[in-house]
């Protein structure tokens, strides 16, 4: 069955970095587009990434767009997320997608 683990997410004060992991298996993971999505208390489950099945075409939310960086290692079916210059309005539950398929969810918390 198709499994997504999270992990690497952690408490950053604003202006530091994360770098979450999304480890990946039962299914063919080159063959598939991923996401990354958060979820902030009280807020709706946000789209912050995706990239292609290859890894050459990614794309961003606005709200992180310079800041993020999506990247995957097929040779080791794991999708990662590079957080830059964290701010507080960044804290949130990430969670890694594919199709209809989701991780438990890795929390980052950006306080001082």
């Known amino acids: 069955q198709v499994q997504l683990v999270e992990s690497g997410g952690g408490l950053v004060q604003p202006g530091g970095s994360l770098r979450l992991s999304c480890a990946a298996s039962g299914f063919t993971f080159s063959s598939y587009a991923m996401n990354w999505y958060r979820q902030a208390p009280r807020k709706a489950r946000e789209l912050v990434a995706v990239?292609?099945?290859?890894?050459?075409?990614?794309n961003y939310a606005d709200s992180v767009k310079g800041r993020f960086t999506i990247s995957r290692d097929n040779a080791k079916n794991t999708v990662f997320l590079q957080m830059n210059s964290l701010k507080p309005e960044d804290t949130a539950v990430y969670y890694c997608?594919?199709?209809?398929?989701w991780g438990q969810g890795t929390q980052v918390t950006v306080s001082s």
């Open positions: 997608n594919v199709i209809d398929y």
């Open positions: 990239i292609s099945s290859t890894g050459i075409i990614t």
